[in-house]
């Protein structure tokens, strides 16, 4: 028992002197790091080959340019899936040949697919336009604009032109005043 007592002192003390090393050698090595003498100059800077001397600008030479405001940059249309722009080219065919009750058909298939593009609404309001449905045109020609980009002022103009059209022909001469000023206005 006695034996078991000193194996543990000895194994305590072991372990005592092991942590008081360790102890020792991080102080040794903190002062170390802290003894950095910071008095030191900083390190020159050499020069390298300077660029030419800038020639003199005689002050009368100078000419400012009156402001010209940027040009509107043009707006770009998201391109449509291949299925939209396939049935919307079979559109436009079957509307040349005369085909109007079948271009419908093929534009409101691809209105199905993409139901918030606004030039498939405002083709569809060209053909109703074509057909004489004035009242549909309004209607299509509004759905086109209220999904249009507000910087898409072309297609927004052909659908004001459209619904002023329509309004004339539905005997509002007020309306499609109100609409040939709107599309005006976006031109």
């Excluded at 072991?14 to 903190?30: N, Q």
């Excluded at 449509?80 to 271009?103: C, F, H, I, N, Y």
Aim: hydrophobic share 40%.
């Amino acid at each position: 028992m006695q034996g078991e007592e000193t194996m543990k002192d000895t194994i305590g003390l072991w372990r005592l002197a092991w942590r008081a090393g360790v102890f020792a050698a991080s102080v040794l090595v903190l002062a170390g790091c802290a003894g950095v003498n910071r008095t030191d100059r900083p390190a020159q800077v050499e020069e390298r080959a300077t660029s030419a001397p800038r020639p003199s600008v005689d002050d009368s030479d100078v000419r400012i340019a009156a402001y010209t405001p940027p040009a509107r940059p043009r707006y770009a249309r998201p391109v449509p899936t291949r299925a939209v722009a396939v049935l919307m080219r079979k559109a436009d065919d079957q509307s040349q040949q005369g085909e109007l009750d079948a271009a419908s058909i093929s534009l409101e298939r691809a209105l199905r697919i993409a139901p918030d593009d606004p030039v498939l609404w405002h083709r569809l309001a060209e053909v109703r336009m074509v057909q004489q449905r004035h009242d549909l045109v309004v209607q299509l020609a509004a759905k086109s604009n209220a999904l249009t980009s507000p910087r898409d002022h072309r297609l927004l103009s052909s659908n004001w032109q459209l619904i002023a059209r329509s309004r004339r022909a539905l005997g509002d001469a007020t309306g499609a005043r109100e609409a040939e000023r709107r599309a005006a206005a976006l031109r």
